[in-house]
């Protein structure tokens, strides 16, 4: 398994300050010869640094928290956006007279959606001389933009003074975070910069954040409200924007995850208890479904999918002709078996759904088929006296070997792996995978090997056939998950662990496919057996978030403090928490950051604590959940 180590630092000042800037170069050249001669030359070139201003890139936002859109969201959690360049907060800022990295030039809003204010296009232009709504006249504004256009919100002064940290709460909503994690012996390192809100939800429902510039915006005094009235508007450029939704019984990623159904280790229909044969065949994941025979009566048949719930054993007469020579009839249960039958069929469709795969297998079998004929009539001409390339180009037929096309190859892997199957192929019966469940599998490799003889089978010019290029993989395991921590947790770090082979530790499987098949279901593929699957939020995913104060001694939240090793600070034997303050105003779950950071220094004795220290204490750790294996494939 990868080991990650999480750091956190205050800040990050860019290596040069946003500005322009000039740089020469002289070289002074002396010549020995008859006389002594010395010249100097000079070049001078100027060049600008100027970071984003008016809009964002979207490489720039590495992720958002909660995601955009999702649903189920705890109310104890302080939005945050993760910025790819840990400089970025930085790179500006919010008080000239400061030094660079005093205060962080982005600030996060969080808004009600009966609070949230609308979005709209403005001119960059315009903004330089805009007096309503108020707008500061930014230095450079007309010569120093990386728009023409930007987005903006209007905000009454009245509420933004609620919401807007004061110049002593600024410095604690920025930090960088360094990540360093060692994945298969190879070191992985990766610095991102955060910017947190200093609101929480309040009630559930959907919530808006806005990532807003205040470059330039505050001075001495705090934000420069340029004089207006109480119900005046004040315009804010915004960088990014999203949207999420609260419940009173959201839950976080680890009780999510600890709730799952898992009544069945496998994707299998429950027993019914009546009729031991018919169990058996649900017990190995097979499902009843509608059949029509040719003669238009009505049946049922067997079908099972590639996700098995355990190890198939199985010979087939492979390559088919058709599908029929891979439909089984069950004496016992008297019932037709389609599994294979269906799979070979299916791989045709796909094949000739794909035009540019059918084209390219076609080509390849006419070629194919042409130097075999070619290959067939060497012995007819074996005494003529060939020269040159002639003589060259039948060494060459007689003894090399006609490789297939790359997009047939890549085609062939991607099914290999079950990329474009239909998820009703994959899983016959919904009720195999009910709401909020995870179901383990081994992939039936037979499936696999008539998926791609079926698409094999197309495009067939002579009775000269090549060779399939990609057969089934050995053996793949893996795991599909309906929930929604897919939704809500989008980036998230999957881990499996084989069975330790003789003499040796536990296994990382190698990850083959990880596929967001819907909203809400999610499926992996390993290489190998999956004894043991580790599912955990990625460190840029971790949040601060609160807890409620169990004790009775508060009905508001709390946060139990951390040692410098990150374990539970203690004193006289009990955890040491602090309660979260909230500033008395009408808009409720703006936290008080200067109160809280005093609070914070004074239960870990010190002077003050940095943003990185602030970090440190609220973040919310990586809880991963576990999921083992018992060899029979049931979950533990």
């Not at 991102?192 to 929480?200: D, E, G, H, P, Q």
């Not at 000739?352 to 006419?366: E, M, T």
């Not at 950051?593 to 005093?598: D, E, I, S």
Request: glycine share 6%.
């Amino acid at each position: 398994m990868s080991n990650t180590l999480l750091s956190f630092s205050a800040y990050q000042a860019p290596p040069l300050p946003d500005g322009c800037y000039q740089i020469g170069v002289t070289q002074t050249v002396t010549l020995n010869g008859a006389g002594t001669t010395t010249a100097s030359y000079g070049y001078g070139a100027s060049f600008k640094v100027a970071g984003p201003r008016f809009a964002l890139q979207a490489s720039d936002i590495q992720a958002v928290f909660p995601a955009d859109g999702s649903t189920d969201v705890r109310r104890d959690i302080l939005p945050h956006i993760v910025l790819t360049r840990s400089t970025l907060p930085w790179e500006r800022k919010a008080d000239n007279d400061l030094a660079p990295g005093a205060l962080p030039w982005l600030a996060i809003l969080l808004f009600a959606e009966d609070e949230a204010p609308t979005a709209q296009i403005a001119e960059v232009d315009a903004l330089a001389t805009m007096t309503s709504p108020w707008f500061p006249q930014l230095a450079g504004i007309s010569d120093d933009r990386d728009a023409d256009r930007a987005t903006v919100i209007d905000v009454s002064r009245q509420t933004l003074q609620q919401l807007l940290p004061a110049s002593t709460e600024l410095p604690f909503l920025a930090h960088v975070r360094d990540t360093r994690s060692s994945d298969n012996g190879e070191a992985l390192q990766l610095s991102s910069a955060l910017v947190t809100a200093n609101r929480i939800p309040q009630n559930a429902g959907r919530y808006q954040a806005f990532l807003i510039s205040i470059e330039e915006r505050y001075d001495s005094a705090g934000f420069d409200y340029q004089n207006a009235a109480q119900d005046d508007l004040i315009r804010l450029i915004c960088l990014k924007q999203w949207s999420f939704e609260t419940t009173e019984s959201a839950q976080d990623f680890a009780d999510v995850l600890a709730a799952l159904n898992r009544d069945h280790a496998g994707l299998q229909l429950p027993p019914n208890h009546q009729n031991a044969m018919a169990d058996a065949q649900l017990n190995a994941g097979y499902a009843a479904i509608p059949h029509h025979l040719r003669e238009a009566q009505q049946t049922a048949s067997w079908y099972r999918g590639p996700l098995a719930p355990g190890p198939t054993q199985s010979q087939l007469p492979l390559p088919a002709t058709s599908s029929d020579a891979l439909v089984f009839y069950d004496q016992e249960s008297g019932l037709f078996d389609e599994s294979y039958a269906a799979a070979w069929e299916l791989g045709r469709l796909l094949a000739l759904q794909s035009q540019q795969f059918a084209s390219s297998l076609y080509r390849f079998k006419q070629a194919y088929a042409q130097r075999e004929n070619q290959r067939l009539q060497l012995p007819s001409y074996a005494y003529l006296p060939l020269r040159g390339r002639c003589a060259t180009a039948r060494t060459e037929l007689a003894e090399g070997v006609l490789e297939a096309p790359v997009d047939i190859i890549d085609w062939l892997q991607s099914k290999a792996l079950l990329r474009g199957i239909p998820f009703r192929y994959l899983v016959a019966d919904t009720r195999m995978l009910p709401p909020e469940s995870i179901r383990f599998f081994q992939v039936d490799s037979l499936w696999v090997e008539c998926l791609l003889d079926g698409a094999f089978a197309i495009g067939n010019v002579s009775n000269h056939i090549p060779q399939r290029p990609v057969s089934a993989h050995s053996t793949l395991s893996g795991f599909i998950l309906r929930s929604a921590v897919v939704a809500s947790w989008p980036d998230r770090i999957i881990e499996a662990i084989g069975q330790p082979a003789a003499g040796q530790g536990q296994q990382t499987l190698p990850l083959l496919r990880q596929d967001q098949l819907s909203g809400n279901v999610l499926i992996g593929i390993f290489a190998g057996t999956v004894q043991q699957l580790v599912l955990s939020p990625r460190p840029q995913m971790l949040h601060f978030g609160f807890a409620p104060d169990l004790s009775g001694t508060s009905e508001g939240l709390i946060k139990p403090l951390r040692d410098q090793d990150g374990a539970p600070l203690t004193s006289n034997g009990e955890q040491v928490t602090i309660t979260i303050p909230f500033k008395s105003q009408s808009l409720g779950g703006v936290v008080d950051v200067t109160v809280l950071a005093g609070s914070m220094a004074e239960e870990l004795g010190q002077i003050t604590v940095t943003s990185a220290d602030f970090a440190f204490q609220l973040i919310e750790g990586a809880v991963g959940v576990s999921f083992n294996q018992a060899p029979a494939g049931a979950a533990a």
